[in-house]
């Protein structure tokens, strides 16, 4: 090889790492403040958790319960607002404004046409809970958590659409700044509804549920305030037009969002399933269950928000048409979910026995039982960590590139043809119980995990590109 070709065999190389480098560092800059929103977001479901804690182990159970009645209901509204990400970044990659607010647009929309009638399904959820043969207390207490609670709603799926929509203009800082202001504001509101204050009631578990709503819907009101008042969200003019039907749209994002509701009702089935499965063995199991998921939750939180960065990278890099830039933008994403879900998993080891304190009284009785069965649980689930948040990541990428009916196959296959199978198996026939149950887990997301990331891999490579929607004037 002559000095010459090795010089340009040596700019090319450095001119990879540049824009890997480069990549690496944009991803870091928008997941930030997106994984900070979703800490502040798990911060205030910890803090209403850690409060009702107070109220007994009965309580925490509860609230387990009741969440799961809210979130399968939630997820199905969740897929929806999550496409708004991809349309608005493919627009804004494309440099078509009006597309971006149409896509918003249609998202709110679809909020709230879903949400009106799953309201009336959640305040039936002591009623679904002793269907599902739970304990007539646990159930009782769960119905009036949920009769404040289900209230959040719709408040809550616009306020992740605003989000994704700050996110997809590269400025999702806005939402950070409003959710730290909510998480101390939740924490007040929520103490003084569940213990009471001078002159107010002691309502307990309804009035946890009501806080969490009334802050849910300040939220949503202060992003609406933040992009008519604020640079460049304003430009935008989010609410033109906002009676115009956009069919054609509403179309496109249920076609790229419901497969993304499917996936995360498949998943959080498994889990909500995996609940009931653990409630049935106790009241100790459940709360401990509850403490350890509630921790990978709170974990989770940043690869989750890589997850959402990817999307909005994918999707620029699919508006731009450069199908090069689409494939580093996921990757990135994937090594750093992975390396910094591997160093959490460390400090989770060092910190077991320490963790559940936060979330129950020691002078309790039968807390030391929940303490031990929390920390053994956290151990097993170090490796489903990982895997965890390596597959929210490779899902984040592939849905900037619109691909979100394969993985919802995944999906199925993941998490109920081996997860439900391997749980159900390992818990009751085998007789590990919850240890079994966390151990299904850990396989069914190490499989989805290879499956999405094997996707990415195969779609990149061969420089797949998928068509963006085009909005007509208006």
């Not at 599902?132 to 159930?139: K, R, V």
């Not at 009036?144 to 605003?162: D, H």
Request: with cysteine; proline share 5%; aromatic share 10%.
């Amino acid at each position: 090889m002559t000095n010459s070709s090795a010089d340009i065999a040596a700019g090319l190389i450095q001119s990879g790492r540049s824009l890997w480098r480069t990549e690496i560092g944009d991803t870091i800059r928008l997941a930030l403040p997106i994984a900070f929103t979703q800490l502040g977001q798990v911060a205030m479901m910890t803090s209403d958790l850690v409060l009702v804690g107070r109220l007994g182990d009965e309580a925490l159970a509860a609230a387990a319960l009741a969440q799961i009645v809210l979130y399968v209901g939630f997820m199905l509204g969740l897929g929806l607002v999550s496409a708004v990400a991809p349309l608005a970044a493919q627009a804004f990659g494309a440099r078509e404004p009006r597309m971006v607010r149409r896509a918003l647009r249609v998202g709110l929309w679809a909020s709230l046409m879903l949400g009106i009638p799953l309201l009336a399904v959640q305040l039936h959820g002591e009623r679904i809970l002793l269907a599902l043969g739970q304990q007539p207390g646990i159930a009782h207490l769960a119905g009036t958590y949920l009769a404040g609670l289900a209230w959040s709603t719709v408040p809550a799926w616009w306020f992740i659409a605003m989000r994704s929509f700050m996110g997809a203009v590269n400025r999702p800082e806005p939402a950070l700044w409003i959710t730290l202001a909510a998480v101390p504001l939740n924490t007040l509101l929520a103490y003084v509804l569940i213990f009471g204050a001078p002159g107010l009631p002691r309502l307990e578990m309804t009035g946890a549920g009501i806080a969490t709503t009334l802050v849910n819907a300040g939220m949503c009101v202060a992003s609406f305030w933040i992009a008519y008042t604020r640079h460049p969200f304003k430009k935008y003019r989010l609410l033109g037009n906002f009676y115009r039907p956009d069919w054609p749209l509403m179309g496109r994002l249920i076609a790229v969002g419901a497969p993304i509701s499917g996936s995360f009702l498949l998943e959080y089935g498994l889990f909500a399933s995996a609940a009931l499965m653990v409630g049935w063995l106790g009241t100790t199991q459940l709360a401990a269950h509850q403490i350890a998921l509630q921790i990978a939750a709170i974990v989770f939180m940043v690869p989750l928000g890589i997850s959402m960065a990817a999307t909005v990278r994918v999707g620029h890099a699919v508006g731009r048409a450069d199908s090069a830039a689409t494939r580093r933008a996921g990757f990135a994403a994937i090594g750093l979910g992975a390396g910094f879900m591997a160093t959490m998993v460390i400090a989770i080891m060092a910190l077991r026995h320490v963790i559940p304190l936060a979330f129950l009284d020691p002078g309790n009785s039968g807390a030391d039982a929940t303490i031990a069965l929390t920390a053994t649980l956290l151990t097993i689930g170090l490796t489903f960590f990982i895997v965890d948040g390596v597959q929210t990541i490779a899902a984040g990428a592939l849905r900037g590139l619109n691909d979100t009916r394969v993985p919802m196959i995944f999906a199925a296959t993941s998490f109920w043809l081996v997860g439900f199978t391997a749980c159900y198996i390992l818990g009751f026939p085998v007789g590990l119980g919850v240890i079994g149950i966390w151990m299904g887990f850990t396989g069914c997301l190490l499989l989805y995990a290879v499956l999405l990331t094997w996707r990415f891999d195969t779609l990149t490579r061969c420089g797949y590109m998928p068509a963006v929607a085009h909005a007509p004037p208006g």
